[in-house]
Antibody, heavy 120, light 108 residues
Framework: EVQLVQSGAEVKKPGESLKISCKGS????????IAWVRQMPGKGLEWMGI????????RYSPSFQGQVTISADKSITTAYLQWSSLKASDTAMYYC?????????????WGQGTLVTVSS | EIVLTQSPGTLSLSPGERATLSCRAS???????LAWFQQKPGQAPRLLIY???SRATGIPDRFSGSGSGTDFTLTISRLEPEDFAVYYC?????????FGQGTKVEIK
């Protein structure tokens, strides 16, 4: 069974750093792109970027380039999303999701989400 | 980047009725890289349709997708109580991938 299990909710202060995780299991972790998606409170979905764990090829949306870092450790089948200096506007639910392997496959498996709250 | 505009913003319908949701792209969507997701409160999104018209695993056949180029449609043939939710389209053929702003299907 394919599973993406994300790390737990975080409460941080502005300026603090943070790294959240997404552990994949039940599939070939190195062969599927993993995406990170932001959902601010009461708002829609925003695609942040993707990583290919096999070779760590990473691509960012221009809206998030330089604001976050996406990485992966294939030895422990885990992808990460990190911030060096959080802002209140980073308060959101963050989802990881994986693209399937077939032609035109979409984001077919999702993590449960990690709620990040940034408040002084 | 490709901007996806969904309409209407909210659709008020009764169970058993047909729902037609629209997704319009600012540029042609590459090949057939257009997907639809359903999201219920407190849950992660769920893939319904990929490749414009292919249903994801376990998705009932009352859900169907169609379209090409810049205009795409998700149709729910007969709304069941569990279908009332927010629906998003996504294009994943041109980087960066982008989502529409969502259509809420609510009970009339």
């Amino acid at each position: 069974e394919v599973q993406l299990v994300q790390s737990g909710a975080e409460v941080k202060k502005p300026g603090e750093s943070l790294k959240i995780s997404c552990k994949g299991s039940g599939y070939s972790f190195t062969s599927h792109w993993i995406a990170w998606v932001r959902q601010m409170p009461g708002k829609g979905l925003e695609w942040m970027g993707i990583i290919y764990p096999g070779d760590s090829d990473t691509r960012y949306s221009p809206s998030f380039q330089g604001q976050v870092t996406i990485s992966a450790d294939k030895s422990i089948t885990t992808a990460y999303l990190q911030w060096s200096s959080l802002k209140a506007s980073d308060t959101a639910m963050y989802y990881c999701a994986t693209y399937g392997s077939g032609t035109y496959s979409g984001l077919d498996y999702w993590g449960q989400g990690t709620l990040v709250t940034v408040s002084s | 980047e490709i901007v996806l505009t969904q309409s209407p913003g909210t659709l008020s319908l009764s169970p058993g009725e047909r729902a037609t949701l629209s997704c319009r792209a600012s540029q042609r969507v590459s090949s057939s890289y257009l997907a639809w997701f359903q999201q219920k409160p407190g849950q992660a999104p769920r893939l319904l349709i990929y490749g414009v018209s292919s249903r994801a695993t376990g998705i009932p056949d009352r859900f169907s997708g169609s379209g090409s180029g810049t205009d795409f449609t998700l149709t729910i043939s007969r709304l069941e109580p569990e279908d009332f939710a927010v629906y998003y389209c996504q294009q994943y053929g041109s980087s960066p991938d982008t989502f529409g702003q969502g259509t809420k299907v609510e009970i009339k």
